[in-house]
């Protein structure tokens, strides 16, 4: 009888054990899969950052120029 309680507990333990690996890993996995996706948005946005940047410093020059050429056909 006491043969049995023991294995009892040793499958107890076997099972709490495999459940608590479990448990972890999901919230590991759970965890990288929000930080792979924050990491994506961010680079995203970094990404239409610099494309935005370089949109105004085109329109920047391309207004410059046409305004020395105008300034410039006046004199």
Known sequence: MKFLTVHKKILLVML?????????????????????????EVMN???QSVELIY???HLTEEIVLTNFRTNHKKI
Request: no cysteine; proline share 0%.
């Open 16 to 40: 709490i054990m495999f459940i608590s690996v479990v448990t972890m890993d999901s919230i590991s996995l759970y965890t990288s899969h929000t930080i792979n996706n924050k990491t994506v």
């Open 55 to 57: 949109n105004i410093r």
């Open 45 to 47: 946005k970094y990404t």
